[in-house]
T-cell receptor, first 111, second 114 residues
Framework: GQQVMQIPQYQHVQEGEDFTTYCNSS?????IQWYKQRPGGHPVFLIQ?????EVKKQKRLTFQFGEAKKNSSLHITATQTTDVGTYFCAGINTGGFKTIFGAGTRLFVKA | DGGITQSPKYLFRKEGQNVTLSCEQNLNHDAMYWYRQDPGQGLRLIYYSQIVNDFQKGDIAEGYSVSREKKESFPLTVTSAQKNPTAFYLC?????????????FGPGTRLTVL
C-alpha cells in the first residue's frame, strides 16, 4: 500500500540553527499537507501544497513540493524554542480519500 | 467557538472492558476520522466517515468499532478484542475527505488499560 516516509525521526538543534525534515511517498501525490504537534498537544494544520515544484513560505518556515509530486520538505531558518514539537507531513494520493501521515520528525531546540 | 471536542482527556480501564471515546464537532464538517498515536509514533488511521450513516475501516480497524448516526458525532469504541489499547486517540474532521481538505484535530483522549 501507499507509504509516506519521513526523515529524520529526531533532530536536536541549538537555537538559531536551521532545521529540515523530508517526506517521501511511494506513489505520486495529489497534494501534501504539513502539521505541527506541540508536546502534549494535538496536530495543527500548517500548510498545503498542491502544484508540482510549489514553494511556500510562512515567516521562517519554507515548504517545498517536489517536481514529481512524490516528495516534500519543510525547512525552518534560525530555529527558536517555540519551534519545538513534532512535524508531520500528510499526503493524499490522486483519486484517494485517505490522508496518509508520515511518522513525523520530532524537533528539540536547545536554548 | 467552533471546534472539535473529545472526552474524557484521560481514561483508565481494566483489561477486558469495552470503552467508548466521545468526539463531537460543530464545524459542520462532513468527514470525520479516528487516529491512534503511540509514544514517539505517527498517526495511524482507525476509521473514517465521509457522511452520516457511512464509515470505512482504516489501516488498524481490528478491535475497534464506530458509528456515525449524527453529522456532529463520531464515537469510537475500543473493544476487548483490541490487544494493545493503551494509546493516545485523536479525532479529526474535515469539510470532506480527499484533496484540499485540511483536518482539524480534537485535543485527544489518552487511554490507559490496566
Amino acid at each position: 500500500g501507499q507509504q509516506v516516509m519521513q526523515i529524520p525521526q529526531y533532530q536536536h538543534v541549538q537555537e538559531g540553527e536551521d532545521f529540515t525534515t523530508y517526506c517521501n511517498s511511494s506513489t505520486t501525490l495529489s497534494n501534501i499537507q504539513w502539521y505541527k504537534q506541540r508536546p502534549g498537544g494535538h496536530p495543527v494544520f500548517l500548510i498545503q501544497l498542491v502544484k508540482s515544484g510549489e514553494v511556500k513560505k510562512q515567516k521562517r518556515l519554507t515548504f517545498q513540493f517536489g517536481e514529481a509530486k512524490k516528495n516534500s520538505s519543510l525547512h525552518i531558518t534560525a530555529t527558536q524554542t517555540t519551534d519545538v514539537g513534532t512535524y508531520f507531513c500528510a499526503g493524499i494520493n490522486t483519486g484517494g480519500f485517505k490522508t496518509i501521515f508520515g511518522a513525523g520528525t520530532r524537533l528539540f531546540v536547545k536554548a | 467557538d467552533g471546534g472539535i471536542t473529545q472526552s474524557p482527556k484521560y481514561l483508565f480501564r481494566k483489561e477486558g472492558q469495552n470503552v467508548t471515546l466521545s468526539c463531537e464537532q460543530n464545524l459542520n464538517h462532513d468527514a470525520m476520522y479516528w487516529y491512534r498515536q503511540d509514544p514517539g509514533q505517527g498517526l495511524r488511521l482507525i476509521y473514517y466517515s465521509q457522511i452520516v450513516n457511512d464509515f470505512q475501516k482504516g489501516d488498524i480497524a481490528e478491535g475497534y468499532s464506530v458509528s456515525r448516526e449524527k453529522k456532529e458525532s463520531f464515537p469510537l469504541t475500543v473493544t476487548s478484542a483490541q490487544k494493545n489499547p493503551t494509546a493516545f486517540y485523536l479525532c479529526a474532521s474535515s469539510a470532506r475527505t480527499g484533496t484540499y481538505n485540511e483536518q482539524f484535530f480534537g485535543p485527544g483522549t489518552r487511554l490507559t488499560v490496566l
